[in-house]
Nanobody
Framework: QLELRESGGGSVQAGGSARLSCTAS????????LGWFRQAPGKEREGVAT???????VYADSVKGRFTISEDKNKRIVYLQLNNLKPEDTAMYYC????????????????????????WGQGTQVTVSS
């Protein structure tokens, strides 16, 4: 079993930055994909960025050049650095995990697809004010 816990959310002004963290505990897997997703009120959950154990990353077009996903394998933490934030980035951000899948062997739609992931955290809120 695997547990994920997000932290780092809060209120930020437009143009500002934030860093989200997701700490994993429980079973370790040698092959996996970790993703960040977000869900705004009244909207469907959408993929933001993913990284696999080989370091391959995939980003949604809406965040390319602004968000960066990275991982500290020793600490079992995946980070999402959010720069140049916009009010439309306001959402609950979730961390997700799937074992035995690699981003490099999935289409971008699969890598950023909610259905691909098995384990989910509880989420952390990011609110961007204009």
């Amino acid at each position: 079993q695997l547990e994920l816990r997000e932290s780092g959310g809060g209120s930020v002004q437009a143009g500002g930055s934030a860093r989200l963290s997701c700490t994993a505990s429980g079973t370790r897997y040698s092959s996996y994909c970790l993703g960040w997703f977000r869900q705004a009120p009244g909207k469907e959950r959408e993929g933001v960025a993913t990284i696999d154990n080989m370091g391959t990353t995939v980003y949604a077009d809406s965040v390319k050049g602004r968000f960066t996903i990275s991982e500290d394998k020793n600490k079992r933490i995946v980070y999402l650095q959010l720069n140049n934030l916009k009010p439309e980035d306001t959402a609950m951000y979730y961390c997700a995990f799937v074992q035995f899948r690699l981003a490099s062997r999935m289409t971008a739609m699969e890598a950023l697809g909610v259905e691909t992931y098995r384990f989910w955290g509880q989420g952390t809120q990011v609110t961007v004010s204009s």
